[in-house]
């Protein structure tokens, strides 16, 4: 695998939001969850690379593919950690399963990634978002 680091402007990330992370929805979120919620997040936080949830282009092909009412696209509010569950709960979870590992260029630490996250089960994921669902309500 060849990698190579390249900048993020708004229309990468809607491209890469549209031809990865909703086919990865659609294939890889278990139907059971899908079927229990009414809708979808993403979360973001307020990077100026990120799309507005109001895109029209976003929009346009959420509506093309049936998912306007499934899908929401949200910006986390500006300095705002405590809000971030993806930090609090999702990334230092990954981050716990291999405190010990030290990898030793950017391929290696892809990997590392993608296959601590393949091992993350989804109802752990789940279980961070009501945690937060309960403090707040």
């Known amino acids: 695998m060849l990698f190579k680091p390249e900048s993020v ?6 491209d ?37 949830p109001h895109n029209c282009f976003w929009m346009e092909t959420l509506t093309e593919m049936g998912l306007e009412d499934k899908i ?5 509010p500006a300095k705002s950690p405590d809000l971030n569950i993806n ?17 030793r260029n950017a391929v290696q630490l ?10 993350h089960p989804v109802n752990k994921i789940n279980r961070i978002w009501l945690t937060l669902q309960a403090e707040v309500s």
């Open 9 to 14: 402007d708004v229309d990468k990330h809607r």
């Open 16 to 52: 890469m939001l549209i031809g990865l992370v909703l086919p990865a929805i659609l294939n890889e979120f278990p139907d059971v969850e899908c079927n229990r919620c009414d809708h979808i997040i993403i979360q973001q936080d307020g990077a100026p690379s990120h799309v507005n």
């Open 72 to 76: 929401k696209l949200i910006t986390q």
């Open 87 to 103: 930090d609090l709960g999702f990334f230092n979870a990954l981050q716990a399963m291999h405190c010990c590992t030290t990898p």
């Open 110 to 119: 892809i990997d590392m990634v993608e296959q601590t996250h393949k091992k």
